[in-house]
């Protein structure tokens, strides 16, 4: 199957999630989403992310764009970068 196809279809249920999560409308969502790197790593072929569950490409969004909170009071961001390399 090529893979348009197969990220069309994981594309939809993926911003389904975010909107949910964010409370937001589609456009939005897809806003989010292709700003950050992991919407960029989704849209090149060579990271193989299309062929990921909706749920597994959404749990990586969400671990981009929130902070996790630190023992000392400080915030932390995943690094998303290992997709790539």
């Known amino acids: 199957m090529p893979h348009g196809t197969i990220r069309a279809a994981t594309l939809k249920k993926t911003m389904q999630i975010i ?3 964010f409370n937001c409308s589609e456009n939005e969502a897809i806003k989010k989403f292709y700003e950050s790197h992991i919407g ?16 597994y ?22 690094k998303i970068s290992y997709i790539t390399q």
Not at 57 to 77: H, K, T, V, Y
Request: proline residues 7%.
């Open 57 to 78: 490409i959404a749990g990586l969004f969400f671990d981009e764009c929130q902070p996790i909170p630190c023992p000392c009071g400080a915030s932390l961001r995943l």
């Open 19 to 21: 909107m949910e999560h």
């Open 40 to 55: 960029a790593c989704y849209a090149d072929d060579s990271t193989g992310l299309y062929g990921q569950s909706a749920f």
